[in-house]
């Protein structure tokens, strides 16, 4: 178990107002992801972050934006949320700073923008 | 852009066959291919195979890398209903970050 929650677990929230996710770890791992998942398409890098105010962009960014201002939290801010961001968000963490180590995921965040 | 493609998208079988599951990738200074299973929950980690031609098991699963040419399978012998999940194959490259293929579904009923 890498000590991983996130919430809130399920959201619904309307078109055009801001959603913040949290991602929180008890490990003190360097390296935290988020990551939505729809169907068909699998799961999609959104942000990810190489330490404390160290973020970049993954595949599909737009719309989003992320804040690391402690080792144990990640944030994922929907600015104005839209339709196509209903999505399963999920955060993810490495154990390890090298090349060869393995993600391991939060339990995820049911997110439904009417 | 890094490309990770898996097949079948979906597979049936039935209690105590067996599965081979196929992903084939090319990712930019690739360093590392994973397998996860997904339930009704967040992806649980199986294998990351970084050497060509090492098979890695686990009980009834099982994986190999072909880093010559670019895939992987991940085989499940006897399968059981409780392999029922989704299967999701991840090329890691020289950044820390994971590409996901779409994922084989794959349902083994009784």
């Known amino acids: 178990d890498a000590g991983i929650t996130q919430s809130p677990r399920h959201k619904v929230t309307e078109t055009g107002t801001p959603v913040t996710l949290r991602c929180h770890q008890t490990?003190?791992?360097?390296?935290m992801y988020w990551y939505r998942q729809d169907p068909g398409h699998g799961l999609r890098l959104i942000h990810y972050s190489y330490g404390v105010k160290d973020t970049d962009k993954g595949e599909v960014s737009d719309g989003y934006s992320v804040s690391r201002s402690k080792t144990e939290d990640f944030l994922l801010t929907l600015e104005s949320a839209t339709s196509s961001q209903t999505s399963v968000y999920f955060c993810?963490?490495?154990?390890?700073?090298?090349?060869?180590?393995?993600?391991?995921f939060g339990p995820g965040t049911r997110l439904t923008v009417l | 852009e890094d490309k990770v493609v898996q097949s079948p998208l979906s597979l049936v079988v039935h209690e105590g066959d067996t599965v081979t599951l196929n992903c084939s990738y090319e990712?930019?200074?690739?360093?590392?291919l994973l397998w996860y299973k997904q339930e009704k929950k967040a992806p649980t980690f199986l294998f990351m195979l970084?050497?060509?031609?090492i098979e890695k098991k686990s009980g009834r699963l099982s994986s190999i890398l072909d880093k010559k040419e670019l895939f992987s399978i991940l085989n499940i012998t006897a399968t059981q209903t409780g392999d029922s999940a989704i299967y999701l194959c991840?090329?890691?490259?020289?950044?820390?970050?994971?590409?996901f293929g779409k994922g084989t579904l794959l349902t083994v009923n009784p």
């Open positions: 490990e003190n791992h360097r390296y």
């Open positions: 990712v930019t200074n690739f360093r590392s």
């Open positions: 993810a963490i490495s154990k390890e700073g090298d090349f060869y180590n393995e993600q391991f």
């Open positions: 991840a090329g890691r490259g020289s950044n820390y970050k994971l590409t």
């Open positions: 970084t050497s060509s031609g």
